[in-house]
């Protein structure tokens, strides 16, 4: 399974951004997708999680109401809709996939794609 995150940029705070992962070699049927991000001198950090296997769909406290994902099956892409941004949102976001389950390490990873919060 091969991942493709992209969209990340520069934002304003509280301006918005869509980050896109498409994902090849496998179904989001099947795989469950996540989105991570690492900051500059933080941890990687799980921010949402969306599985078509049980249906979950998970977010960050630290997200939750600014964030959206979702998944578009005929395109094999997941999203992440960024609203209300703040500056501590700035980090590399990742996007990785799992076979049917979300996982808090995923065996499969995209590049990263930087966020960039300024005014």
């Known amino acids: 399974v091969q991942l493709q995150a992209s969209g990340g940029g520069l934002v304003q705070p509280g301006g918005s951004l869509t980050l896109s992962c498409v994902v090849s070699?496998?179904?989001?049927?099947?795989?469950?997708v996540g989105w991570f991000r690492q900051g500059p001198g933080t941890e990687r950090e799980g921010v949402s999680c969306?599985?078509?296997?049980?249906?979950?769909?998970y977010y960050a406290d630290s997200v939750k109401g600014r964030f959206t994902i979702s998944r578009d099956s005929v395109k094999n892409t997941v999203y992440l809709q960024m609203n209300s941004v703040k500056p501590e949102d700035a980090a590399v976001y990742y996007c990785?996939?799992?076979?049917?389950?979300?996982?808090?390490?995923?065996?499969?990873w995209g590049q990263g794609t930087l966020v960039t919060v300024s005014s």
């Open positions: 990785a996939a799992d076979a049917f389950y979300c996982s808090r390490s995923p065996n499969y």
């Open positions: 070699g496998g179904t989001l049927d099947i795989y469950a």
């Open positions: 969306i599985s078509n296997s049980d249906g979950t769909i």
